[in-house]
Every structure is written in structure tokens, then in C-alpha cells.
């Protein structure tokens, strides 16, 4: 495809052809959609004391040097959190915002360890966040599934017992992923746990490059054997890496914002996704937790093509996250239709082919656009490129 450094498109233009471009949400955790109105709120009518009363107090919170002391916030807003309506309402007011940033399809993070740890029932927590989707999936139309985040500064046995936990509605889980204070606690710990998911018929997913070095990222493909890669901003530091990337064909769910507010880099034009993009690996932008990092998915595309980037660029950024959602091929290739329609009106002339292309798509399954396929999740789990 062309490649074009600079946009052809008035800001406006842009700014309308980011919001409609359909896209995957594959790197949001759902307690980082907490806006800082609603904790306050939730706390008022749960009767959780928080060290903050006014909402200018606790705003003076979010400026942060590092992961670690987002997490010490983020932990401690969700203790926030509970009941099922709690959840069902953060999930349904998440969905709204990404419907409106043209997500068709959001895979999410929850951290299952904190809310047990804060008293609650697990399977209150996921009716709750399931009933949102529910509501999402039957008012915006937007589809979508849940990944369970081993908290990795955890004890590994407090990860084996969340399993067991959720043995019984494995099928209401679409994979598992590795979240939280990452420098210290390697893949190399949980490979029996995700092991163990593999043979629940889980997704596998981690964060790993965020703070840590590439060499947790290797141990993740090699140990954790997982799909897709959470951040990876420190792949770009080993090259053969990035090559294994690109030939594997793994996505990287990257998050702009998120990197610049927790200092991962300084500034966003020292992030290595375009390299990394150029470099011919499957790169996807994300929100990460837009609460806390000063915007939504579609503030993270717009931040990007603030930076100069062209829409040719982040439309295939778009592509990658579709083709790199864990939905069955049916329900892919209709999504991928609809990015063809955008992409026809938006960018004439511009190409996106490849297997796996809308056009193959849609010779072969003949069916109207869906987002349900056939598990629950609208997840197929068995034909994936590592199991
Ligand atoms: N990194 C690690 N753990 C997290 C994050 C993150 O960006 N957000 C929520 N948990
Ligand atoms: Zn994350």
C-alpha cells in the first residue's frame, strides 16, 4: 500500500473518517474506564471511604511517573466497585463511548483477583459485566467478549484458584491475559497457569514490554505461547524479535496514550509503533485504561494522526485490530466488509488485500455480518496459529 507521511484530509475530514473507520478494541481493561465522577459517585452509594472527598482533590491523583503508581490508583478506585448493576453499568457506559468511536468489537480486560480479594463474588462480578455486554451487543450492536487478567504481582496460586473458580462457565471466558507491575514478576511464572488455560480452551494473551525489557515478550511466545502481545513497546529493542513478530504474523496491542502518561516513553514520537508498523508487524491501537490516560480509542487514533500520521496508515492499523480479534472467520469477514465499505468512501484506490481479506471472506461464507459466530463469544478457540 501507499505510504503517505503527511494526511490528505482536512482535520475535519480526518477527524470524521477516524470515527466511523470500524475498528477492534483488543487492549482495554474494564475497571480503567472508571471515570473519576463515577468512583466518587459509587463510593457515596456503596459506602466505601475513599482518602478523597471532592473530585479536585482526587484529580490531583492522576499525574503519574510510573506503572506502579497508576496501579496504587487503580486499585484502589475499583474497591469502588460492587455490586452486579456496578458492573453492568460500567460496561454498558464503556460500550457507548467505544460504539461512538466506530468499535465494532471489544475484547476486555478484567482483573477477577482484586475483586475477589475485595470481598466479592466472582460470579456476581461477571453476570454483571456479562449483562453489559449483553446490553451492548442488543443496543449499539457492538460485540464483544471477556479476557481474565492474572494480576502477576499476585501469588501464582491465587491465579490457579481464580481458575478454578471459573471452571464451571469456562465458556462465558473468551481467553486469559497477564496485567499489572510487570518489571519483576516474568511470563516464566504462570506457564503452568496458562497452560492449564489452554486446556480450559482459552485465548492466551499478555502484557509483557511495557516496563520490562524483549526478553519478556520472547518468554511470553515461547512459555506462555500466546496470540496476541499487550504493549510490546520493548520488542522494538531486539530486532530478531521484531522479524519474529512480523513472520509469526503477532498482533501487538499498543496503546499511545497509555505509554506517555506512565512514562514509558517521553514523548509519542519516541514510540516505536510506526517502526514496528513499517517493520511489517500486525500493530493495533488501543485505550489501555481511558479514565485514567486521557482518552478513548478514538483519541488515541486522533493523538496519532496529530503526530502526521495518514489515514491510509491508520486504517490499516484498523484492519489489523479486526483481523486480529479472536472471532470466528465468518464473523472477521463481515467486519472486514464493513472496513472495505469505509475504506471505498474514505481512501478510493487505496488497497488492503491480503489473506484473510474481506473479498476471500466473502466469497466463501455467503452469510450476512455478524458479530455472534458460533460460541458464545462469537470466539472460535481451535483454530489458532500457536495451540
Ligand atoms: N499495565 C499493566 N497492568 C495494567 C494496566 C497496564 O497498562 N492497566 C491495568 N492493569
Ligand atoms: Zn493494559
Known amino acids: 500500500m501507499t505510504i503517505r507521511n503527511e494526511g490528505d484530509q482536512s482535520p475535519t475530514e480526518m477527524a470524521k473518517a477516524l470515527r466511523t473507520l470500524p475498528k477492534a478494541e483488543l487492549h482495554l481493561h474494564i475497571e480503567g474506564t472508571l471515570e473519576p465522577e ?12 475513599l482518602p478523597w ?41 464503556y460500550l457507548s463511548r467505544a460504539a461512538a468511536d466506530g468499535v465494532r468489537r471489544a475484547e476486555i480486560f478484567f482483573d477477577p483477583q482484586v475483586h475477589v480479594n475485595n470481598g466479592l463474588d ?26 481474565l487478567c492474572i494480576v502477576r504481582d499476585m501469588p501464582v496460586s491465587s491465579a490457579q484458584a481464580i481458575l478454578d473458580a471459573v471452571s464451571h462457565r469456562k465458556d462465558d471466558i473468551l481467553g486469559i491475559g497477564l496485567d499489572s507491575a510487570e518489571v519483576g514478576y516474568p511470563p516464566s511464572l504462570f506457564a503452568d497457569v496458562f497452560s492449564r488455560s489452554a486446556d480450559m480452551g482459552l485465548h492466551r494473551v499478555a502484557h509483557a514490554g511495557e516496563e520490562g525489557p524483549a526478553d519478556y515478550v520472547t518468554q511470553a511466545l515461547d512459555l506462555l505461547h500466546v496470540e496476541r502481545v499487550d504493549h510490546g513497546v520493548h520488542a522494538a529493542d531486539d530486532p530478531a524479535l521484531v522479524r519474529r513478530l512480523a513472520s509469526e504474523d503477532v498482533p501487538l496491542t499498543m496503546c499511545p496514550l497509555s505509554n506517555r502518561r506512565l512514562q514509558v516513553v517521553h514523548d509519542l514520537k519516541d514510540l516505536p509503533l510506526l517502526s514496528l508498523l513499517d517493520a511489517g508487524v500486525k500493530v493495533t491501537v488501543n485505550s489501555d485504561d481511558p479514565a485514567y490516560f486521557g482518552g478513548y480509542i478514538g483519541d488515541n487514533y486522533q493523538a496519532l494522526a496529530d503526530l502526521g500520521m495518514g489515514l491510509d496508515r491508520l486504517a490499516l492499523i484498523a484492519r489489523n485490530s479486526l483481523e486480529a480479534t479472536f472471532l470466528d472467520e465468518d464473523a472477521k469477514a463481515g467486519l472486514l466488509r464493513e472496513f472495505d465499505d469505509w475504506s471505498r468512501r474514505f481512501i478510493p484506490g487505496e488497497s488492503f488485500g491480503g489473506a484473510g481479506s474481506a473479498e476471500s471472506g466473502k466469497e466463501e461464507s455467503g452469510k450476512e455480518e455478524s458479530d455472534g459466530g458460533s460460541s458464545p463469544n462469537g470466539a472460535d478457540r481451535k483454530g489458532t496459529a500457536r495451540d
Open 53 to 93: 472527598t471532592s473530585l479536585k482533590e482526587l484529580r490531583r491523583q492522576y499525574d503519574f511517573s510510573n506503572l506502579q503508581s497508576f496501579l496504587d490508583l487503580y486499585y484502589r478506585l475499583m474497591s469502588t466497585l460492587r455490586t452486579a448493576r456496578d458492573f453492568r453499568d460500567l460496561m454498558l457506559a
Open 38 to 49: 463515577l468512583a466518587l459517585e459509587l463510593a457515596d452509594r456503596n459506602g466505601v471511604r
Open 122 to 147: 466472582l460470579d456476581m462480578v461477571m453476570d454483571g459485566l456479562l449483562e453489559g455486554l449483553r446490553l451492548g451487543r442488543e443496543r449499539l450492536g457492538i460485540g464483544g467478549g471477556l479476557i
